[in-house]
């Protein structure tokens, strides 16, 4: 029986991308491991952050699209996104960072029974630090480079919330995935794809209301590990006999993937960790300038032309 390994990376839409670097690669120290463009709309950026090699499970990914406007915030939407630092004293640590850039955070509190601190980047996306506690995601590869001390720094994704209208709906396609289900109120059920990992939780919050309607700072898709093509192509015809469409099997060079919608409207995408990242690059320069797969290398003149640089001045 396969398994679903955790998170395999997070998809968010922002307005503006120079903001966007500056914040995750300057406040919450991540690298940046990839500085690319959306595979199907060349004209935006798409930006990932993670560890030193963008491992599978520390990656939070975002499109570049000007022209959108204010999250509404409302159900069935991926709500906030859990982010593993190593300890509590670590939460300390953070609130005084957040304190000297301005950035929007509450007091340290908890969260899916863990301690954990609340904050916002500059576009309203709603994140928690969690304190690890001694977890750490096996291949995670701290980044020497980093602003934040080795002993602060983030770890990878935990928790990963989705707030919806039908509660046991989404319940049922995390069984399909053979999520176990750990916790259970009347309105909140937290599940695992490896029981006792919070690399891989989810928090379901049942909500009635009107629907969130996306922008800047709302959550597209949460994208889930598996470990090659042949448990890709298990799982589209797992999801297919459910009786969902699904994508099919897409080719996105630095992985696999195929998209579908559970049925509170919640896009997934299903991702294999491999080829990674350095596919096209080396270790030292990752993320370091504009990387294009193969199928869009002959119009990267053009492609060019359209994107605004986004480092610092």
Not at 51 to 79: C, K, Q, V, W, Y
């Amino acid at each position: 029986m396969y398994t679903i390994t955790g998170h395999h990376h997070i998809s968010m839409l922002s307005k503006n991308a120079k903001q966007n670097n500056h914040f995750y690669r300057h406040i919450l120290g991540l690298r940046r491991v990839k500085l690319t463009v959306n595979q199907d709309d060349p004209s935006m950026y798409h930006l990932f952050y993670g560890d030193t090699t963008g491992s599978p499970g520390t990656e939070l990914s975002f499109f570049e699209m000007p022209f959108i406007g204010r999250t509404h915030r409302g159900t069935n939407a991926i709500t906030q996104i859990g982010l593993l630092v190593p300890s509590e004293e670590s939460l300390i640590y953070w609130q005084q960072r957040f304190k000297s850039f301005d950035v929007k955070h509450e007091e340290i509190t908890t969260y899916a029974n863990r301690p954990a601190l609340h904050f916002e980047d500059e576009e309203g996306l709603r994140m928690i630090l969690l304190a690890a506690n001694g977890e750490v995601l096996e291949h995670w590869q701290r980044w020497e480079q980093s602003p934040v001390p080795l002993e602060h720094q983030i770890l990878g994704m935990g928790s990963v919330e989705m707030t919806v209208k039908r509660l046991d709906k989404l319940a049922n396609i995390l069984k399909l995935f053979n999520y176990k289900e750990i916790n259970r109120t009347e309105n909140e059920a937290i599940f695992q794809s490896i029981e006792g990992q919070v690399f891989g939780e989810i928090v379901i919050k049942e909500l009635d209301g009107p629907s969130e309607k996306p922008g800047c700072g709302s959550i597209h898709h949460l994208a889930i590990r598996v470990r090659n093509d042949e448990e890709l192509t298990y799982w589209d015809a797992r999801v297919k006999e459910r009786g969902f469409q699904t994508s099919g099997i897409v080719d996105r060079y630095y992985f696999k993937s195929l998209y579908f919608r559970e049925s509170n409207g919640i896009l997934f995408e299903i991702a294999t960790d491999g080829p990674g990242f350095t596919i096209d690059g080396d270790i030292a320069t990752l993320g370091e300038k504009l990387d294009l797969p193969p199928f869009l290398e002959e119009r990267r003149a053009e492609i060019e032309a359209h994107l605004q640089p986004i480092e610092e001045e």
